[in-house]
């Protein structure tokens, strides 16, 4: 898999502590996968989101 296009918004700081994210896949396609990532700090309150997209090439 190849990154080709990363959007992200912080949403605020986390200046401390355990930050947890989550990768959700959106779509799985053959040749093209988006996935959703949510980051919260350590209250469960979003600290940034962000939405991957991602070019998937055969072995060689």
């Given amino acids: 898999m190849v990154g080709i296009e990363l ?8 200046t401390s502590g355990l930050v947890t994210a989550v ?3 959106v779509r799985r396609g ?3 996968a ?3 990532i ?3 700090d350590e209250a469960g309150r979003p600290t ?9 090439r055969p072995a060689r």
């Fill in 23 to 25: 990768c959700t896949p």
């Fill in 34 to 36: 988006t996935f959703l």
């Fill in 7 to 14: 959007n992200a918004s912080y949403l605020r700081a986390a």
């Fill in 38 to 40: 949510s980051v919260s």
């Fill in 30 to 32: 053959r040749t093209l």
């Fill in 48 to 56: 940034a989101s962000a939405r991957l997209t991602c070019l998937i």
